[in-house]
């Protein structure tokens, strides 16, 4: 729907009127409810909108995966691909080696730092987060055991997000830096 039609959906008028069979009756008219509904699509998401969605979707997913450190789990690449999905797999992959799997969840604060534009059209988002994964921990598979006595925290992290030729926005790379930089 165009533009201009969404705006004369929204301005439209419907007139109901209702008139008396008979015009000298001293008793009113009988009134009818009348219930009119106009339902107009959503305006669709701003890409950086959609950018960050994917952003929090591949931190999920990670989570989701790293409590079995399975780095094949197919939700990862549906919001990661390039660098971050081999930097994401190789993590995983290697806290499967040592036997380790992490539980809980990443907390994340992302703001949008940079959009990048081809031909018009937002193609590429940067990211600025200071996510926390204090409650976010690497265990010894099965007994529960801290694997290292080191606890989470803040960290920045950087990121790029891009635009896929199916629609999709997918992560691309990121960085994540030490404990206390944000």
Known sequence: MTTTARVAAI???????????????????ERTAT??????????????????????????????????????????????????????????????????????SPKSDPQVTNVDRADGVVSVVKIRDCGDDSTW?????????PADGQGGGRRSIF????????GSWRVTRFAVQGVGSC
């Not at 780095?71 to 992959?93: C, M």
């Open 137 to 145: 921990l690497k265990y010894r598979k099965g007994t529960n055991e």
């Open 159 to 166: 990121a790029e997000v891009k635009a896929q030729p199916d």
């Open 35 to 104: 219930s009119t509904t106009t339902s107009i699509a959503p305006l669709p998401d701003p890409p950086e909108r959609k950018a960050i969605d994917a952003y929090l979707a591949m931190w999920r997913e990670m989570a989701e995966a790293g409590e079995t450190s399975n780095a094949e789990a197919p939700g990862l690449a549906e919001h990661a691909t390039g660098d971050a999905l081999v930097v994401i797999r190789n993590s995983l992959a290697e806290d499967n080696r040592k036997g380790l799997v992490t539980m809980g």
């Open 11 to 29: 301005l439209g008028v419907v007139a109901v009127t209702s008139c008396s069979a008979e015009g000298n009756s001293t008793t009113p008219p």
